[in-house]
């Protein structure tokens, strides 16, 4: 039994291998992150189905944090349970997370705010395409009737408009979830479905964490331990990973409040030295930085976990990066792990049967948007070389996808390339 564990994890070992593969080629934020997922994933290992993995990233998107590492441990989880699905988060979030975590050390009062900024900047358009792969890819899957495309566009037409309000995902859903149940149609067969039992462990650690979190927080504050820092810290980012719909462009503003706004206004008021205070300017830096590598936007923490104790010396500068990562991605693994068996149990139900239907329409109306969004900020006017090299890569980028078995990575590399040469 003592080797059972071991035994079980080098069966997955190609898995995980693909998995630290597409930890490094995986730019874009979410939206790229789905069509990468597509073409590693489904399309090249056969881990999971389309239809699987549409399902699964409808039901991240219900759940606050980070909807695509959420995705990416589900995919874990499925094959080879929760011991494997953490190892699939940790190989996940490790590059990003170092490569953020570094990048907090190197930024100084002279911040190098275009480090890369020529080499990556085609990356962008090519995270264009691969959601615009993906988004081909669902609609064919999940838009099969009328109802379905009114949900589409009513979702792809919200979100475009609405695309930086944290609450608008989590409505669209809960309403396209009801739009599919009006019908009676589309009903799967009946079946026994026998009663089961819940394991409570994960989303009980998870309030007890909470609770611990911001109790301790509040009295370090009050009291003002030495390391009140640090216990600040923590909450915070565990509270962000509590209550983040939407991704890294809600998690921005709430970090932007916490650490620019709250200090400054207080200080007008009160003077206090130990409170966690970030220069706007390297926030924004930190954001613009982890745009241009791969893995999950939610690093981003890292890095500011980093540069809120860069006061404090070298040493507390990489604990802050640790307890910021940690704070950030742990809410989202408890309440994946838990929700989700409860979830494959719910949805044998008619009514949840039917609302698949209609959340999956949402999601695939969200990535369009999202295209859009993205779309937006490339403008026809005032065109020049730099601009439509992009519309090419976002071209060129999907046609490499669709009609070709180019891995993603060659795809990254070439587009690194470009932006090098040009």
């Known amino acids: 039994m003592a080797f059972t564990f071991p035994l079980t994890i080098l069966r997955h070992i190609p898995f995980l291998k693909a998995v ?8 874009g934020g979410p939206q790229g992150h789905f069509g990468m997922m597509l073409k590693y994933f489904v399309h090249k290992r056969r881990d999971l189905t389309e239809e699987e993995l549409v399902e699964y990233n409808s039901f991240c998107q219900l759940l606050p944090g980070a909807s695509s590492t959420q995705t990416l441990t589900l995919i874990g989880y499925k094959r080879g349970g929760v011991s494997l699905a953490l ?17 907090s050390f190197l930024l100084t009062s002279n911040s190098p705010g275009n480090i890369g900024s020529k ?18 890819r669902t609609f064919r899957i999940s838009i099969t009737n009328l109802i379905t495309q009114i949900i589409m566009l009513v979702s792809m037409l919200a979100t475009f408009l609405f695309f930086k309000t944290p609450w608008v995902f ?28 819940i394991r409570w462990t994960n989303i009980w650690l998870f309030v007890l964490i909470f609770i611990v979190a911001g109790t301790l927080s509040e009295i370090a504050r009050k009291q003002e331990w030495e390391n009140r820092k640090a216990f600040n ?35 007008s008021q009160e003077k206090n030295i130990n409170q966690i205070k970030i220069e706007r300017t390297d926030l ?25 104790l860069k006061d404090e010396g070298k040493g507390k500068q990489l604990l802050g990066c640790i307890i910021a990562t940690v ?20 949805k044998k139900f008619v009514i949840v049967f039917r609302a698949l239907e209609g959340i999956n ?27 439509l090299i992009s519309f090419i890569v976002v071209a060129a980028t999907y046609l490499l996808l669709r009609y070709t078995k180019l891995y993603a990575p060659l795809i990254v590399m070439l587009c690194l390339l470009a932006g090098w040469i040009f």
Request: aromatic letters at 14%.
């Open 20 to 27: 630290f593969l597409y930890s490094l080629t995986a730019f």
């Open 87 to 103: 190892i699939t988060l940790l190989i996940w979030l490790l590059p990003a997370c170092i490569l953020m975590g570094a990048f």
């Open 119 to 136: 080499i990556f900047r085609f990356l962008e358009p090519m995270a264009i395409g691969f959601l615009i792969y993906a988004a081909v």
């Open 170 to 197: 989590p409505i669209l859903i809960i309403v396209g979830g009801v739009a599919t149940n009006l019908s009676d149609k589309r009903i799967p067969e009946k079946e026994n479905i026998r009663p089961r039992q």
């Open 233 to 267: 810290l923590f909450e915070n980012f565990y509270r962000f990973g509590s209550i983040v719909f939407g991704g890294s462009d809600v998690l921005l503003p709430l970090m932007l409040d916490q650490y620019v706004a709250r200090p400054n206004h207080q200080q």
């Open 284 to 308: 924004l830096t930190g954001y613009g930085m982890v745009r241009a590598i791969p893995g999950p936007v939610f690093s981003v923490a890292t890095f500011t976990g980093g540069m809120a």
């Open 327 to 346: 704070g950030i991605f742990l809410p989202s693994a408890l309440l994946v792990l838990f929700f989700f068996p409860v979830w494959q149990y719910l």
């Open 361 to 387: 329409a949402v999601v695939v109306g969200v990535m369009w948007a999202a295209a859009l969004y993205l779309l937006k900020g490339m403008p026809l006017k005032n065109m020049d070389g730099d601009m």
